[in-house]
């Protein structure tokens, strides 16, 4: 029996190993939440119709959008290694549209029903964490993933997404942490309406055009398990 229990406490002590490592850091599961001010860089748009249908009133050929600041949240569950972390992350950005103007023709007739642009992304995170001797662990990260980007019409699109950080964590005993950081967020141009006009089809406008990039100062809460 005493040869049994030394066998078995043998056996854990690699799993045991791999709940802390050599620093005395923890490893293992975590949540994350984050809420902070986003501010959102304008969109230059071009307008294009469909060929085959005739239009009265020359329409705009170009849409600006000027948008201003507002709410980003986030939540995450992720892992953390010894000197890294990976984690999935849903992040939520509400940007305030301060003012929309068209180029070169007749603007739209299409009423605006939203006063923010809406972001909602699915991202995949990977930390580099500056492990050191104090309490405070300034970090760096990069994610990609999806987002879908909602604009003052109701249009929506889904783009892919990435976005870069950098921030400081730290540890306030036991297995909680408070941070802050600087996140930079960038899709792949933004389009809506119709992909391709055919005849008989909707006249448009079809938008195309520039990326949705913010960026977001945000506080940290995490908790390791």
Known sequence: MQRLLIASLAACAP?????????GRQTGVYLRGA???AFGENLNQDLSYNPDVAIAITPASA???ELGDGLA???AIGFQYANTRTELEYR??????DGVSYAGGAAPGTPAIND???VQALMSNVYFDLVN???FTPYVGVGVGGARVENELGERDAAFAYQGRVGVEVALGGKFSLGAEYVYFRTLDVEYGPKDFAPGGPAGPRTDGEPFVSSSVMGTVRVLF
């Open 15 to 23: 799993f045991a190993a791999a709940a802390q490592d050599d620093s």
């Open 35 to 37: 809420g902070g001010a």
């Open 63 to 65: 849409k600006a959008t």
């Open 73 to 75: 949240l986030s939540a």
């Open 92 to 97: 939520r950005m509400e940007v305030s549209i």
């Open 116 to 118: 923010d642009l809406l």
């Open 133 to 135: 001797s104090s309490a």
